[in-house]
């Protein structure tokens, strides 16, 4: 069974840093594009980054470049999104995903992970 599972979220105080991991287990999600997205209470799941199968283009939402970074690690069939300078407005739940193209689409993404929450404090 294909499962994305998310780790890594917490309570940061602003400025500060966190890096989330999706580990990917039941399949080789190293074939698959992986894109990060959030979602805040009461509003639309959003784009962060994606990442290529390959590890050699990336996508970021125009908001966060510069402090969002997405990185893949083969070994470990495992994704990351290393978040810095974090905001308060960066609260929300973080979702890995996986598509079998690279897209900013929430539509075009086959497989989710849970989520993990990540909470920023002014």
């Known amino acids: 069974q294909e499962q994305l599972v998310e780790s890594g979220g917490g309570l940061v105080q602003a400025g500060g840093s966190l890096r989330l991991s999706c580990a990917a287990s039941?399949?080789?999600?190293?074939?698959?594009?992986m894109g990060w997205f959030r979602q805040a209470p009461g509003k639309e799941r959003e784009f962060v980054a994606a990442i290529r199968w390959s590890g050699d283009t990336t996508y970021y939402a125009d908001s966060l470049k510069g402090r969002f970074t997405i990185s893949r690690e083969y070994a470990k069939n495992t994704v990351y999104l290393q978040m810095n300078s974090l905001k308060p407005e960066d609260t929300a739940v973080y979702y890995c995903?996986?598509?079998?193209?690279?897209?900013?689409?929430?539509?075009?993404?086959?497989?989710w992970g849970q989520g993990t929450q990540v909470t920023v404090s002014s």
């Open positions: 039941g399949r080789t999600f190293n074939v698959y594009d």
């Open positions: 995903a996986a598509s079998t193209f690279l897209t900013k689409l929430v539509k075009d993404y086959t497989y």
